[in-house]
């Protein structure tokens, strides 16, 4: 009879509750926010914000409502503070909603929005990152290719920007196709 009343955090659906926004002064607190509040096990997305909050390349955390004190306090004993908080009123984008792979003999490509990692399927070699257009790709590049899946940065732990956002969500996708 009172089968599924206590959840975990983790397992609480952000669209059967109000939600809200956390709105950071840059995408690498979003990065670094995400993170922590993943791990520990708080049910929370990266999103796209709405027009009216939007500046540039722009991520908001999606979190809920009912849990903004304990998010905010959490993240205020690691030095991150957020611009606002708000409860969501309009839809939130995906921040990365375009997923193409492509194969050309043993090489695979898995992009993201604008980002694209190449890898080697037999070797799991990274042969090359491109895309984008924040000033970070280069240095992703740089960090990255020539390295194997296994022991390549994650984009994630070494990025700030959009880019490195889109480039962790290909990383991932690509280190999955590899590994069947």
Known sequence: MFRGFMKKKSDLDLQNQDRGILVFENTTEVIRAEKVL???GWNIKVKGPPPDLR????LV???PLIEELAIIRRLSEIK???LQAVPVESVLLEPVDIYHKKEYGRYIMVRAANMKITVDRNTRLIVNVSGGGCPDVPYLAGQMVDKNLSNAPQPRDIGHTLCAYAL???YDW???LCSV
């Open 168 to 170: 962790q969500i290909a």
């Open 38 to 40: 993943k791990k520990e």
């Open 80 to 82: 991150i503070k957020p």
């Open 174 to 176: 690509v280190v999955e």
């Open 61 to 63: 955390i999606e979190f």
């Open 55 to 58: 500046s540039g390349c722009d």
